[in-house]
């Protein structure tokens, strides 16, 4: 890639919203799962019990286990919201400055 | 501690340690499985065929690699999905639920969670700008000798020792599973993943681990129905009988991670080591363009959060259906220790629930698929430890980029066939010796010396070739040091009284250093080349984020 072409493509006001949206999404969800993730960790190392709580009043089913099958959920939707959306408006923007370089 | 105890916990393939729940006591050989040695000759046919078809479409060193890289995202998604699903977590994982209950499911969440955070940040430009492996990216803008040494000799030391890893659990769990010798074992797996890798590449490679994935989805998905519908389908009313037999502890958290430091630095090892694996990371180079890569791990995450969610019916199935179950108790044990051992330690809960809800015919299936994921999962490896040698040392750093492709792809497969001996004489040679640090030792060098110099490659303009040569050998050394020091090398297997470092785990601090060292190494850097490093990083950060100019990249 040619300096010329960097600086158009740098220039190129598709290129920014792309970098611009994509990184601060990408951003937000990463964070999103580290922090569920990190919470969910430290609550075991610190206060396991509270996972211990039973989910029915007669039952043995603890609160753990929904929580820790929900992060696993979680994870996955979280994987899907941002292919779907990569692969649909990420991905056009790109192509718009596929062919804008291409048209010049 | 002998070998028989703690090689299981090696297989499950993670830095993880409970120091029961393995494969105790002496290996009794099983008498001949013959339906499991059917079904597995069934497959071993099977993907010998695929083998041949997929050598008449490797030619080029872009077919060995990455498989031509017209792998779909789907196909690449269960593949990715097979790699992180080897017998040990399959076995490891549901034996851990039968121990333990509730920490099986921390465990697996664990491993889960890198692969959001290895979509967000990796999939897409490691796709942009990479060609057959992670040293492409690394390297793109670096000075490629040493930035490629440093990268091949982190692939390797991280093949190598999980090599060590897969070999030796396998040859216990064949000889447990079908009644073969170690030796005969070890050697077998290593002849087919030599013929699978040399002959079919990537292709036969990706092939193989999509069919052993969907064989054990499906045997999982069984076994977990049968369970349920012993329990008309009611969580509740398993979870209380498990209850019954082995206590309200098996509900919540049972000391798995105890400290908070320690919890942080498993959490980083198991993230930051899964995006520095070289085997997962080659992967990505087999799909088309990013749109494919995305989806790769899209489903890869469908299929591994789901299969972890059937070891953890499978483990209380255990419990319910194995233990205490006179078929399946270790009478010999028994005397001596007193509880209700089960025949082969706790690994082998999902083997034994097979038994219980399918017959030995079932047996038979989950055992040769079992044997399956090992020879599948060692394939991926072997071939991601060649790539590093034919690619990153030989054709990149001693043709300097200008190497013949026939004579790239010979030293391949030479690589290929000497990994696969140095595999199998290690297999032998470890068979009694006390390998327990060395599957923590390649997560933790795959997180602290491959993934901070990839990482900080793709964002970090400032990054310097002296700061990531420096700073990825620090972590790399610290992360030896530390698991040498550590509870598990210093104090298990020297038989030292303390150890000099406490933690298990030395991710966090093996990370941290080579992420502080690399930082302060480049920003001091004033040299003239690291000038043109900084400089090149926007047309290289262009690229990663579009795709323009990429490898394969197919215009819309």
Do not use: C
Not at chain 2, 352 to 377: E, M, R
Not at chain 2, 510 to 522: C, N, Q, T
């Amino acid at each position: 890639m040619n300096k010329e072409l960097v600086e158009k493509i740098k220039l190129n006001p598709d290129y920014q919203k792309l970098v611009k949206t994509r990184s601060s999404f990408a951003i937000k969800l990463s964070i999103l799962i580290l922090v569920v993730y990190f919470s969910f960790i430290l609550t075991i190392a610190f206060n396991p019990t509270l996972l211990a709580t039973p989910l029915f009043s007669d039952g043995v089913t603890s609160i753990g286990i929904p929580i820790g099958i929900s992060v696993i959920v979680l994870a996955f939707i979280l994987t899907g919201i941002y292919t779907r959306r990569a692969n649909h408006e990420f991905d056009d923007l790109t192509n718009k400055i596929k062919n804008t370089i291409k048209e010049d | 501690m002998n070998i028989t105890r703690s090689f299981l916990f090696l297989i499950l393939g993670s830095v993880v340690v409970f120091a029961s729940g393995t494969i105790e006591g002496e290996i009794t050989k099983q008498s001949l499985n013959i339906s499991a040695i059917a079904m597995f000759v069934i497959f071993v046919g099977a993907t010998l065929g695929i083998t041949y078809w997929a050598a008449k479409r490797t030619k080029s060193p872009k077919d060995f690699y990455t498989a031509g890289g017209g792998i779909t995202g789907l196909q690449n998604g269960m593949a990715i999905a097979g790699d992180y699903m080897s017998a040990a977590s399959f076995l490891g994982i549901s034996g851990l639920v039968y121990l333990k209950g509730y920490d099986g499911l921390i465990y697996s969440i664990g491993f889960l969670v890198g692969w959001p955070i290895i979509l967000f940040m990796i999939a897409e430009p490691l796709r942009n700008l990479g060609k057959y492996s992670f040293a492409d990216v690394a390297s793109y803008r670096l000075r490629q000798t040493p930035i490629r040494i440093l990268s091949a000799f982190g692939s390797i030391a991280t093949v190598i020792l999980y090599l060590i890893a897969q070999m030796v659990g396998s040859g216990k769990l064949i000889q447990l599973l079908f009644g073969l010798e170690y030796e005969i074992a070890v050697i077998l797996v290593g002849v087919l993943m030599i013929l699978y890798v040399t002959f079919g590449g990537m292709l036969a490679t990706t092939w193989v681990q999509i069919i052993k994935a969907f064989l054990l989805l499906l045997g999982a998905t069984f076994m977990a129905l049968a369970v349920m519908s012993y329990y008309d389908f009611s969580f509740e009313s398993l979870f209380s009988h498990a209850v019954e037999l082995k206590g309200i502890e098996i509900m919540s958290p049972g000391g798995l991670v105890s400290d908070p430091i320690s919890a942080i630095s498993l959490a980083v090892a198991l993230m930051f080591g899964t995006a520095g694996l070289p085997h997962i990371l080659m992967r990505f180079f087999t799909v088309s363009d990013a749109k494919e890569a995305r989806k790769s791990v899209f489903y890869a995450t469908g299929f591994i959060g789901y299969f972890y969610m059937l070891t953890f019916i499978i483990g209380f199935g255990a419990i319910v259906m194995v233990y205490q179950n006179p078929e399946y108790l270790d009478v010999a044990k028994q005397a001596i220790n007193g509880g209700s051992p089960i025949l082969g330690g706790n690994n082998m809960a999902a083997i034994h629930l097979s038994h219980a809800v399918g017959g030995n015919l079932f047996l038979g299936f989950i055992s040769a698929v079992a044997f399956a994921t090992i020879l599948a999962v060692v394939s991926g490896l072997t071939l991601a430890g060649a790539s590093a040698i034919s690619h990153d040392l030989y054709a990149s750093v001693i043709k300097d980029g200008d190497a013949d492709h026939h004579k790239e792809m010979q030293v391949s497969k030479i690589a290929t066939v000497v990994l696969g001996i140095v595999a199998i004489i290690m297999g032998i040679m470890f068979e009694t010796q006390n390998i327990a640090f060395v599957v923590g030792l390649a997560f933790a060098i795959a997180a602290s010396a491959n993934f901070p110099v990839l990482i900080l490659s793709m964002y970090w303009k400032n990054l310097t070739t002296r700061g990531a040569v420096v700073g990825g050998s620090l972590g790399l050394a610290t992360a030896v040091v530390l698991v040498v020091v550590g509870p598990i090398v210093w104090v298990d297997i020297l038989a030292n009284a303390e150890a000099i470092f406490p933690y298990k785990y030395p991710a966090l601090f093996s990370v941290s250093v080579a992420f502080i060292s690399i930082y302060l190494i480049s920003i001091t850097d004033n040299s003239q080349s690291a000038q043109k490093e900084r400089e090149a990083f926007e047309a290289q950060f262009i690229r990663s984020q579009t795709g323009i100019g990429a490898e394969g990249a197919t215009e819309h």
